[in-house]
């Protein structure tokens, strides 16, 4: 059964170090490792180290009072701004970046006080993050509980669980939500090539924590619902935008499409940090592109000629008309979106 806090993918340490469960040597290795430099966690953003939408907004805000704080006093305010552009470059899609960003922004723009108090008060507002994180979560799940029927077999794609976020998950915190509340679910977590978060990451959670779960290829799961096999189909976002379209990662598209054409529901679990109302069409996000490593290998073990032109777009958007409901902490929204959406706010 699901323990939260039994999966803890970043916090801080009693020394202030960043510490973080490193989600590139998962399943096979737990290592964690402790930052003490805003440039390291920067670098564990870029390279997957930590991943996941809201985890990178914690991992962002984390960064930003750590590095805060080895600013040169004389200097603060350039100091910092550069070191917000440095977290900014690391990944493109999520919004939650930009929102912790933000949100730390704001505190040293609106900043009266003297620089230690300042520096405590960046360490405090990176932890509310944090924290608050998962408490929007268990709400985002308990929204969502109510909308999965008991025995339901539920497809999922990429990872959304503790380690995508500061705990208990979006998604999957809507799947584990549901087993809390005593229904029986069956997990069909999409492997979600290139880089393997399904079956890497969703499938090493759901066995820790006592979900049912079946890995299976991306490419199975049309046949899955052709045969009966799936009930619905729940997923995560990076950026949700006015509209209601949803970026997440690549092949969710795919997934509503199949949804659609086979009469399932398709939700959407969004934290409201990952609803960026100032984009108002989903065309207008930006789509990360990742290494032709990534596709050309499977970490490390080639799986097409070297040198063979690659894409590897990392996420794509599923457009509103797919969705059948986007959850949030503060309640369900569904079309038309513009108005819902915003209705949250
Ligand atoms: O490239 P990743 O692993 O950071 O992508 C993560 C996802 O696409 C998740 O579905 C998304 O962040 C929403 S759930 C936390």
């Known amino acids: ?130 924290v608050e994180d998962i408490a929007i979560n268990r709400a985002m799940g308990a929204n969502g509980a109510e909308l999965i029927p008991d025995g339901a077999r539920i497809l999922t794609h990429c990872n959304t669980g503790s380690l995508a976020t500061a705990g208990y998950g979006t998604a999957l915190g809507v799947i584990r939500a549901a087993v809390e509340a005593g229904k029986r679910v069956h997990v069909y977590a999409d492997e979600t090539r290139p880089y393997l978060q399904g079956s890497r990451l969703t499938a090493w959670e759901c066995l820790r924590e006592g979900i049912e779960v079946t890995v299976i290829a991306d490419n199975a799961a049309g046949h899955l619902m052709a045969s009966g096999e799936i009930d619905l189909a729940i997923v995560g976002t990076d950026r949700t935008v006015a509209n209601g379209d949803v970026a997440n990662k690549i092949g969710t598209y795919q997934v509503a499409v199949m949804c659609a054409r086979h009469g399932l529901p398709f939700y959407v679990a969004a934290p409201t940090s990952t609803i960026d109302l100032a984009i108002a069409h989903g065309r207008e996000i930006p789509i990360e592109e990742r290494s032709a490593d990534e596709v050309r290998g499977v970490f490390g073990h080639p799986v097409a000629p070297e040198g063979v032109p690659v894409r590897n777009p990392s996420f794509d958007v599923t457009p509103a008309e797919l969705v059948t409901a986007i959850i949030t902490e503060r309640g369900v929204a569904r079309a038309p979106y513009f108005e819902s959406l915003r209705g949250l706010f």
């Open 1 to 130: 059964m699901s323990q939260i806090g039994a999966i803890v993918p970043i916090e801080r340490d009693a020394q202030g170090r960043v510490i973080m469960l490193d989600q590139t040597q998962l399943p096979s290795q737990e290592i964690y490792h402790a930052y003490e430099r805003a440039e390291e966690v920067a670098d564990a953003i870029t390279t997957m180290v930590i991943r996941g939408a809201p985890a990178i907004g914690v991992a962002a805000a984390m960064g930003l009072a750590l590095g805060a704080r080895q600013l040169d006093a004389g200097s603060f305010r350039e100091g910092y701004g550069a070191l917000c552009a440095q977290m900014a470059a690391t990944r493109p899609t999520a919004v939650n970046l930009f929102w912790a960003i933000d949100r730390m922004t704001t505190l040293v723009d609106g900043w009266t006080g003297d620089l230690p108090a300042l520096l405590d008060a960046l360490d405090a507002e990176a932890e509310a993050i944090r």
